[in-house]
């Protein structure tokens, strides 16, 4: 296992500690080399130099350094978005290991991966669940490389693309929808209306899982709070949140917070279900 000690400098240590350059090979097969690629692209590198601006304005430096919101700027510029879908898919390589051996799947039939990406996590859950169902879900131009994960993956007869806007609508069917680092992505606003449409999405018992850090309460060390920085320096207003935030996020949208699951890394697993 490894953690990120931070976007800005994109250091990498292991569990105990240590330095860790092989996992920049691209060969290794927990290699990071894609996020760190991204972290020392100039889409994060320049906003990261402005940090002082977003700390005082409260406003992110990626629309001060290129006019735009990120999630604007990415599709307009498809070399900077293959950087951005690459470092998701290599930091997802682990954490997508560690969110299947922390939570238990079983009993659900259909899983939909919100705002996916090339579809790693979801390919790693139906391989650990033979006879479950899934369904991708995310912009046109990131789910295009999601089928060469699932036929790697030898799952893409159990597998739907689909693509569209989280904010408007979401395909119907599945039994629990996933998101992995996307609701930290938005402000609060912004975040219950991607949860109001999940809820729409899903049927009477449907769950909602939410693979996030949760921010620990008091001033100790957590790799979340230096993700918070990286959220304010480079989203529109995302935020990571402690279990009182997310409680009262989902109740806005229409969920109830009923656990949260620690994994082995720096993430856990927010799971609710609809009310």
């Known amino acids: 296992m490894f953690k990120v000690t931070g976007s800005a400098c994109g250091t990498l240590v292991s569990e105990c500690g240590q330095p860790t350059p092989t996992l920049l090979r691209r060969d290794h097969p927990e290699s990071v080399a894609g996020y760190a690629h991204f972290t020392a692209h100039d889409s994060t590198w320049r906003p990261w130099g402005r940090l002082g601006y977003s700390v005082k304005s409260g406003l992110p430096a990626f629309d001060d350094v290129f006019g735009v919101p990120i999630f604007e700027y990415l599709p307009k510029n498809p070399d900077v978005a293959s950087v ?35 579809g790693l996590l979801l390919a790693t859950v139906l391989r650990r669940h033979e006879t479950m169902r899934g369904v991708l879900f995310d912009l046109p131009h990131v789910v295009a490389g999601a089928t060469a994960t699932f036929t790697r993956a030898g799952i893409m ?15 119907s069917g ?17 975040a219950t209306r991607i949860l109001q449409t999940c809820h729409r999405a899903l049927g009477r018992r449907g769950k909602v899982l939410i693979v996030d850090p949760v921010v620990p309460p008091g001033n100790v060390p957590h790799y ?28 806005s949208a229409g969920f109830r917070l009923s656990r949260v699951v620690p994994t082995k890394g720096p993430l856990s697993i927010v799971e609710a279900v609809k009310v």
């Open 174 to 190: 599945a039994d629990s929808i996933i998101m992995k680092h996307i609701i930290h992505d938005w402000d609060d606003d912004s």
């Open 157 to 171: 007869g159990r597998v739907r693309i689909e693509s569209g806007d989280f904010f408007k609508e979401l395909p």
């Open 84 to 118: 951005f879908d690459e470092a998701m898919t290599s930091i997802s390589t682990v954490e997508a290991v560690v969110t299947c051996d922390a939570y238990d799947f079983k009993g659900i039939g259909t899983l939909m991966d919100v705002a996916g990406g090339h």
């Open 224 to 251: 979340g709070k230096l993700l918070d920085l990286e959220m304010l320096v480079l989203t529109p207003r995302g935020r990571e949140r402690t279990k009182i935030e997310f409680t009262r996020l989902l109740r």
